[in-house]
């Protein structure tokens, strides 16, 4: 980004009031905000949140689709677990799931994405499931595309416990 599109945006955030660029304005008519949704390098990682139970994470699609995964594990997501994630994602045609690592070369999957006929998640769209390996802490790019949609997931990755 040149200086002059830096000064831009930090004049903006003065002029607005705003502390964050990820900050999400609300109307006075409203009193939720729409989550901010995860970006490269983790910038902020995706937004996690309880589901049945279970993390649930919710994805940046390109475009108008949506991506979510529910999580069977535990976060922090750690070097050397694998976890299952059952993803729910709009779009048509079959799912391409490619994890990258924090270096952005691409990983295997553990195994998937295997399709599902019935479910009780209830989100919007077609379900998959996957299995996922952590081999080095930093933030994990999830890319899932569809014929017509794509969306991606980002996860920091804690190292092992000692």
């Not at 990258?100 to 070369?105: E, K, L, V």
């Amino acid at each position: 980004m040149s200086k002059v599109a830096v000064a831009a945006v930090l004049a903006g955030l003065l002029l607005c009031g705003c502390d964050s660029p990820r900050r999400k304005s609300t109307s006075a008519a409203t009193s939720t905000s729409t989550p901010v949704l995860g970006a490269v390098g983790c910038h902020p990682p995706s937004p996690l949140s309880a589901a049945s139970g279970l993390p649930e994470v919710q994805g940046t699609a390109d475009g108008s689709g949506s991506l979510w995964g529910l999580i069977f594990g535990s976060t922090p997501l750690r070097v050397g677990t694998q976890v299952k994630i059952v993803w729910r994602m709009t779009g048509s045609g079959a799912l391409s799931v490619v994890p990258f690592g924090p270096d952005g070369a691409p990983r295997q999957l553990a195994w998937g994405p295997g399709y599902h006929t019935s479910s009780n998640y209830h989100r919007p769209g077609e379900e998959w499931e996957t299995g996922l390996n952590f081999d080095v802490a930093g933030c994990w790019r999830i890319r899932l595309t569809r014929t017509t949609g794509r969306a991606s997931v980002y996860f920091e990755v804690a190292p092992k416990p000692q």
